[in-house]
């Protein structure tokens, strides 16, 4: 048996789920299962909620009257994923796309850093949030990474969790191999920060490469585009840390 069921319509819900306990849906919600998918009473649909596994539920109503009904379990709920990933702001295609992305190569935490060559700062966490609540939907995962406000650089690294590896994306790494670099790295808990357009300045390298557990990594001899960077910093961590990247 397939480890995903793709054939049926998945949806995150905000409330509790339990064999027995019908689940409203909200306007939006009962729209998008019975006029864009035309599903009708009876119907499956595989629901979420990020704490009680995966749920195989029935479509009991139409409109604002329709209700989900849990039956039984297909997926216990994983451990959550605590793979951070930590990101200039970026304009919003940018970053719908990379929030997407990273929510698929498996970060659980999402948090925009203002660095001093930051060129968007303003962040809209509702628009992210519903980013990563679309791809979980699409990519059969049944944790929605946690988005977390933006806060300054220098902040978060002067409380920066010294067990945490820090996986520091720098062009200007003399890092040949990037994967060797990463079997070699210390295994725990990581996370990947990723720069604005312009880079970082002298002052915060000197403040990542003072942290006691980091890693500086060049992604290859070509100059990424920050939301390519994220994606392509994600693979290959995923790649060679697997899930000890975020234990």
Same mark, same amino acid.
């Given at each position: ?108 935490? !999402?948090? /925009?850093? #203002?660095? $001093?060559?930051?060129? *968007? %700062? ?7 949030? =519903? ?87 060049? !992604?290859? /001899?070509? #100059?990424? $585009?920050?939301?390519? *960077? %994220? ?7 995923? =790649? ?8």
């Amino acid at each position: 048996m397939a480890r995903y069921d793709f054939s049926a319509p998945r949806l995150y819900l905000e409330g509790d789920l339990a064999a027995g306990a019908p689940v409203p849906l909200s306007k939006d919600q009962a729209h998008y299962l019975t006029n864009v998918l035309r599903l009708g009473n009876g119907d499956l649909v595989l629901a979420f909620n990020g704490r009680d596994g995966e749920w195989r539920c029935t479509l009991e109503g139409r409109k604002a009257s329709a209700t989900l009904h849990p039956a039984e379990t297909t997926r216990p709920q994983p451990a959550p994923a605590a793979l951070q990933l930590l990101f200039a702001p970026l304009k919003h295609a940018r970053l719908d796309y990379m929030v997407q992305k990273a929510v698929e190569m498996g970060a659980g935490v !999402l948090q /925009p850093v #203002i660095t $001093r060559r930051t060129q *968007a %700062a303003r962040v809209n966490e509702d628009r992210m949030r =519903a980013n990563a609540v679309e791809a979980a939907e699409q990519c059969g995962i049944l944790a929605v990474p946690e988005v977390r406000p933006a806060a300054r650089l220098d902040a978060l690294l002067a409380g920066w969790d010294p067990a945490r590896l820090m996986v520091f994306c720098d062009e200007d790494a003399e890092v040949a191999d990037p994967l060797a670099a990463l079997r070699a790295a210390p295994r725990g808990p990581a996370a990947v920060v990723i720069g604005p357009e312009g880079g970082f300045d002298e002052a915060e390298r000197a403040a990542l490469l003072a942290l006691p557990r980091h890693l500086r990594l060049s !992604l290859g /001899p070509r #100059i990424l $585009r920050a939301d390519t *960077a %994220a994606v392509a910093a994600l693979a290959l961590v995923g =790649a060679v840390l697997g899930d000890l990247a975020g234990g």
